[in-house]
């Protein structure tokens, strides 16, 4: 597709189940990230892909959250037994490697903890 | 990341220039200035970003002091649709190149 692409694009879980984030980046772009923005809050990093490896998931908030990428292309964001304070938008960006090349959002997927 | 500082919020008339204005006098060498904004409930946009030359394209214009310490993003003829938040972000250039982003400069167009 043309641009970075997420799924599903709203998600209402009950507190305690796992969910399943989807983002498909710019083909071709090698590097991917994972961002989440709480309700008139800024943008929290969360992950970093290089390729298929994640060299930087310094941003992950506890050991409920994982992200993995396969094919150097589609990654999902995991996170088990979810609590209401998981609510936020997250939001994926790709980019070709390096910090000069601009970074394009996805429309990210907007989940909701009950 | 070298941090950048943003007025909170600043309005324009519609059709006016927007100048809006930061500050990041931490920045190194190796680190561009980007800009990004983010329209109420949209994933952010990229705007433009420089290193140490002025830059235009259809979007905006980008101004950066020789010292590099601060710049300006210019909005040539705003809309009512350019009202949203502006990031003014200052970024790596190796590999591990996320965004951090800041609270922004809210950006209000008046009509």
């Known amino acids: 597709g043309a641009g970075v692409s997420q799924s599903p694009s709203n998600k209402v879980t009950e507190k305690g189940k796992d969910v399943e984030l989807r983002c498909d980046p710019i083909s071709g772009h090698t590097a991917l990230y994972w961002y989440r923005q709480r309700l008139g809050q800024g943008l929290e990093f969360l992950i970093y892909?290089?390729?298929?490896?994640?060299?930087?998931k310094s941003g992950l908030p506890s050991d409920r959250f994982s992200a993995e990428r396969t094919g150097e292309s589609v990654s999902t964001l995991t996170i088990q037994r979810t609590q209401q304070e998981d609510s936020a938008v997250y939001l994926c960006?790709?980019?070709?490697?390096?910090?000069?090349?601009?970074?394009?959002f996805g429309p990210g997927t907007r989940l909701t903890v009950t | 990341d070298a941090k950048t500082t943003q007025p909170p919020s600043m309005d324009c008339a519609e059709g006016r220039a927007a100048n809006l204005p930061c500050n990041h006098s931490?920045?190194?060498?190796?680190?561009?200035v980007y800009w990004y904004r983010q329209i109420h409930s949209q994933g952010p946009q990229y705007i433009i970003h420089g290193l140490k030359n002025n830059e235009t394209n259809e979007m905006a214009s980008l101004i950066i002091t020789e010292d590099r310490k601060s710049s300006t993003l210019i909005l040539p003829h705003a809309t009512l649709r350019d009202t949203a938040v502006y990031y003014c972000i200052v970024r790596r250039t190796g590999a591990n190149s996320k965004l951090t982003f800041g609270k922004g400069i809210t950006l209000s167009v008046r009509p």
């Open positions: 960006a790709s980019n070709q490697q390096g910090g000069m090349y601009e970074q394009y």
């Open positions: 892909f290089q390729g298929n490896s994640a060299p930087d």
């Open positions: 931490t920045i190194s060498g190796n680190e561009y």
